[in-house]
């Protein structure tokens, strides 16, 4: 078992930027693949960047390729998501999960997940 926590989120205006992490606990991080999905009011959870075990491979949706940068440090068991010229519509509540090995971008490959924190962005 893996739980996964998320923080970092919170209020910020367009254009601004946020850091959100990961911290895992109850297994060694390095044997997953981390992911960072979101969720707004009334859509589907959906991807926003991986990265694969070692942080030797990393993969965006095309929204928010080149604003937004994932990495990990498996020797503080922790995940990192920096998000740059945020948007309005980049609000959401941002989820990190976990999954053994291999990388993949839906949400149903993932079987672990934290509580999620919101991103607002104010225009």
């Known amino acids: 078992q893996v739980q996964l926590v998320e923080s970092g989120g919170g209020l910020v205006q367009t254009g601004g930027s946020l850091r959100l992490s990961c911290a895992a606990s109850g297994r060694t991080i390095s044997s997953y693949a981390l992911g960072w999905f979101r969720q707004a009011p009334g859509k589907e959870r959906e991807f926003v960047a991986a990265i694969s075990l070692n942080g030797g491979s990393t993969y965006y949706a095309d929204s928010v390729k080149g604003r937004f940068t994932i990495s990990r440090d498996n020797t503080k068991s922790t995940g990192y998501l920096q998000m740059n010229s945020l948007k309005p519509e980049d609000t959401a509540v941002y989820y990190c999960?976990?999954?053994?090995?291999?990388?993949?971008?839906?949400?149903?490959?993932?079987?672990?997940w934290g509580q999620g924190t919101q991103v607002t962005v104010s225009s």
């Open positions: 999960a976990a999954r053994k090995i291999v990388v993949y971008f839906t949400p149903k490959e993932y079987n672990y």
